[in-house]
C-alpha cells in the first residue's frame, strides 16, 4: 500500500517560514492535499491540488509538488498556525485514499 | 454553507456492531462522493471508506474491509457507515467528510465527527 511520511515535528518563530515535507514513492505523478487540524476540532482544507487554495485560506499557505516530496509551506507563520499538518492522495492504483503520518506546528 | 453532522457513536462491547450516521445539507448531497475518517485517541487521520455520489461504488479499508458497510440514502441526505465485529483498535473518532467534484478530489468538508468507544 502507499505510504506517506512526514516528519513528527517542526518548531518555528513567529514570523519565520515553516516547510512540512510529506515523502511518497513518485508523489509528484499525484495530486496531493493538505489539512490542518486544531486540538479538539475537525481537519480543515489548506492547499489543494499541490498548490491551491481554498477561499478563506491566507496566502501564507503554499504547497509544491516534485518527484518523491511535496512540501507545505506557511509563511510569515503565526501563533494561530500552530495545529497538526497532514498530507493527502489518492492512489488511484488501489482506489485507497492516504494520509501522511502528520506533523505538529510548534510556535515558539 | 455546508453542513455535516454526525451522530451514533457510543460504548460498545468487543465484537458488538454499531451504525454511524451524516446528515448533509448546504449542498447537493445527490452529486458528491462521502467519505468516513477516523482518529484514535492522540493518533493521526486514518481513511476508512469512500462511496461514490450515487453509491455505484465503494471503497475500503484493508483494516476494515469485510466488516464496516458504507451506505448512502440520497433523498435523505444522509451517509452511513455500518461497523460490525468492533475491536478494540476501531475506537476513534468517526468524521464524515464530502469530497470536490472529481476522482481524487480533496475532501473539502467535514463533520464534528462522533466517538466510538470499544471496550468491555
Known amino acids: 500500500s502507499y505510504v506517506l511520511t512526514q516528519p513528527p515535528s517542526v518548531s518555528v518563530a513567529p514570523g519565520q517560514t515553516a516547510r512540512i515535507t510529506c515523502g511518497g514513492n513518485?508523489?509528484?505523478?499525484?495530486?496531493v492535499h493538505w489539512y490542518q487540524q486544531k486540538p479538539g476540532q475537525a481537519p480543515v482544507l489548506v492547499v489543494y491540488?499541490?498548490?491551491d487554495r481554498p477561499s478563506g485560506i491566507p496566502e501564507r499557505f503554499s504547497g509544491s509538488n516534485s518527484g518523491n516530496t511535496a512540501t507545505l509551506t506557511i509563511s510569515r507563520v503565526e501563533a494561530g498556525d500552530e495545529a497538526d499538518y497532514y498530507c493527502q492522495v489518492w492512489d488511484s492504483s488501489s482506489d485507497h485514499y492516504v494520509f501522511g503520518t502528520g506533523t505538529k506546528v510548534t510556535v515558539l | 454553507q455546508v453542513q455535516l453532522v454526525e451522530s451514533g457513536g457510543g460504548v460498545v462491547q468487543p465484537g458488538g456492531s454499531l451504525r454511524l450516521s451524516c446528515a448533509a445539507s448546504g449542498f447537493t448531497f445527490s452529486s458528491y462522493g462521502m467519505h468516513w475518517v477516523r482518529q484514535a485517541p492522540g493518533k493521526g487521520l486514518e481513511w476508512v471508506a469512500f462511496?461514490?455520489?450515487?453509491?455505484?461504488?465503494?471503497y475500503y479499508a484493508d483494516s476494515v474491509k469485510g466488516r464496516f458497510t458504507i451506505s448512502r440514502d440520497n433523498s435523505k441526505n444522509t451517509l452511513y457507515l455500518q461497523m460490525n465485529s468492533l475491536r478494540a483498535e476501531d475506537t476513534a473518532v468517526y468524521y464524515c467528510?464530502?469530497?470536490?467534484?472529481?476522482?481524487?478530489?480533496?475532501?473539502?468538508?467535514w463533520g464534528q465527527g462522533t466517538l466510538v468507544t470499544v471496550s468491555s
Open positions: 467528510a464530502k469530497e470536490g467534484a472529481a476522482a481524487g478530489a480533496p475532501l473539502d468538508y
Open positions: 513518485n508523489i509528484g505523478s499525484k495530486s
Open positions: 491540488d499541490d498548490s
Open positions: 462511496i461514490r455520489y450515487d453509491g455505484s461504488n465503494k
